[in-house]
């Protein structure tokens, strides 16, 4: 669940906006009015590129208009929802083998490493112990950088200071 208002908004618009879409789908078959991508989106009041990004919505729109218009009396199952089901499940197989790529690639890498350690060959199990340490050490660093820096200035400033004493000596001031 979101806690983001701002992609909630964003996802009740993209809904209101995939209704009218429908909305318009089903008026246009029911009118029996000629079917394409910009006459749906102009219907719907949303730009054709909204139609290209959501691909089952640009599938329904294609086979709408591969039904004859106004084909009321037709059966059960059309021509038109076969066609945006197929669309549908190409779309969702797709989805699902890049999800698998992503998985098998994960499980390769975890396998990798448990075979890497069980064989010995891999990194210390003290390891943890070494990064807690470099970090330690990283900090240190940071901390006596700033400490230099400050000295740094502070010598600056009492050079500076000498300067001034040493010049008003020689001018007799």
């Known amino acids: 669940m979101n806690t983001n ?3 909630e908004g964003r996802e009740a618009d993209s809904a209101r906006r995939r ?6 789908i089903n008026t246009a078959n029911r009118d029996g009015t000629t079917i394409s991508v910009s006459g749906i989106a102009r219907q719907a009041g949303v730009d054709r ?3 290209y990004r959501h691909k089952d919505l640009l599938a329904q729109v294609h086979a709408a208009s591969a039904e004859p218009p106004g084909n009321d009396t037709s059966p059960a199952v059309s021509r038109a929802s ?3 089901d197929l669309a ?3 779309d969702r197989g797709n989805r699902l ?3 698998m790529r992503h998985l098998e ?3 390769s890498e975890l396998l990798g490493e448990q075979t890497w350690r069980e064989s010995g060959l891999g990194a210390p199990d003290d390891i943890g112990q070494f990064k807690d340490r470099i970090t330690t ?5 940071r901390e006596l950088s700033g400490q230099l820096d400050e000295r740094e200035q502070e010598l600056q400033a009492a050079r500076s200071a000498n300067r001034q004493l040493i010049s008003r000596l020689n001018t007799g001031h």
């Open 5 to 7: 208002p701002l992609i």
């Open 105 to 107: 690639a994960k499980l």
């Open 97 to 99: 083998a890049t999800r």
């Open 82 to 84: 076969l066609q945006a």
């Open 19 to 24: 209704q009218r879409v429908i909305k318009a």
């Open 88 to 90: 549908n499940a190409l």
């Open 137 to 141: 050490l990283e900090q240190q660093v």
């Open 49 to 51: 590129a909204f139609l």
